[in-house]
């Protein structure tokens, strides 16, 4: 059986609303590491991947591998029932119809059940390979949200472009241009505030920012975001979260003009 | 305007 217990139901709130627009039905795999996602939208443009480590959880409890079938509309209904500071604990049986998950609330000492039902949806598995990235930079996870916002009010595309003295991302559209540089900026006592970048070649490429405004409803769960380009192959947009767990996301680029 | 590329070729079928 399945058992895993969150001190807070805002993780898991925050994880699957920040996924729910991109993809709809999808298997949360549970394994003794811990609980992962992994799926792409509809029109093949954006992938989504989440692991939430063993670690994250206490106690953390996975006797056999199983696959939650959920869909997540539905789950964000039950989970709206979840204050954001109750301990969650999802539990599951080793051949499943439904995944209980349970809300208690420590202060007004009260129990909420919920049963959900699970389906099953037949996943391709797909392999991410791992990539020595040309260029990795972090940067405020509200700024690159703002900056995103921002420029999707010009255009449908921004084209990203990283060289050692900092990142740009400039659009045109048919009002106007755009563009916003970030420059390498340390500072130390607010280290949540640094853009920090690694580069080993430049890199320009261009994204649809309909999808990058989308991952940035991640912004929430972590202070931080760290954007790993190469020419030629998705951008990866990465929250880090507590207990080495993740929140990825994965978008094609755009080609031509 | 620029044409998306699809996800699914960069991604190993296993």
Known sequence: MLEARLEQADLLKKVVDAIKDLVQDCNFDCNDSGVALQAMDNSHVALVSMMLKAESFSPYRCDRNVALGVNLTSLTKVLRAAQNEDILTLKAEDAPDVLNLVFENTDSDRLSEYDLKLMDIDQEHLGIPDTEYAATISLPSVEFRRICVDLMALSESVSIETSKDGIKFSCAGDIGNGAVTLRPNTNVEKPDQNVEIELTEPVALTFSLKYLVNFCKAAGLSKTVKLCLSNEVPLLVEYALAGSSYLRFYLAPKIGD | ?14
Do not use: A
């Not at chain 2, 305007?1 to 296993?14: A, M, T, V, W």
């Open chain 2, 1 to 14: 305007s620029p044409f998306q590329l699809d996800l699914y070729n960069y991604f190993i079928k296993s």
